[in-house]
């Protein structure tokens, strides 16, 4: 009959002989989040790590922007933790109970009318035709992901307009800038 300390020196000897050791120890961070996680990327879901590659799902733009801001701040926190990280990479995700995992990608779709107000709202803008074009592209594709964010039940932050999930009036970083809960 195993133990089980017998158990876990099979399991450890098991992991090492197929080289997996690392990966479980990599993956802690994901399991020990809600513990681990510094005040500032406590808004964002940890989805994986792979090779040293942290993979956070965030479901505000807003928070995605601070973290990108704020990533070595970050990434130096978890390593003073113990945590072998190079690099954090973010994924817009639906907020938990939005989808049957959670981590689900909004399904964003970029339409002629997204495109069309991209180009109206860089009229004015005297810009190279390339840097034109790519800017046209991504304030396209900005509007397309807040349309379909306030669709999948999001809402406009009061104070800065970003478009959040979540509870409360404000959006996540303004609730952090104001002191309010709500």
Aim: proline share 4%; net charge neutral; aromatic share 6%.
């Amino acid at each position: 009959m195993l133990s089980i300390t017998n158990l876990k020196e099979l399991l450890n000897e098991f992991f090492k002989r197929h080289n997996i050791e690392g990966k479980i120890g990599e993956q802690l961070l994901v399991t020990e989040w809600d513990k681990e996680a510094p005040e500032l990327a406590l808004g964002a879901k940890p989805l994986y790590v792979k090779d040293g590659v942290l993979y956070l799902g965030t479901y505000s733009h807003a928070i995605a922007q601070e973290l990108n801001l704020r990533k070595k701040e970050l990434l130096d926190e978890l390593r003073s933790k113990g945590y072998d990280l190079v690099d954090i990479k973010l994924q817009f995700v639906l907020p938990e109970g939005r989808s049957e995992t959670g981590t689900e990608p909004l399904k964003v779709e970029v339409t002629r009318e997204d495109r069309e107000w991209a180009r109206e709202a860089l009229a004015h803008c005297s810009l190279p035709p390339k840097l034109r074009e790519k800017m046209e592209a991504m304030l396209a594709a900005a509007r397309a992901r807040e349309r379909a964010a306030l669709s999948a039940g999001g809402k406009r932050c009061p104070s800065c307009g970003t478009v959040f999930f979540g509870e409360g009036k404000l959006c996540p970083i303004c609730r952090i800038g104001s002191g309010v809960n709500g």
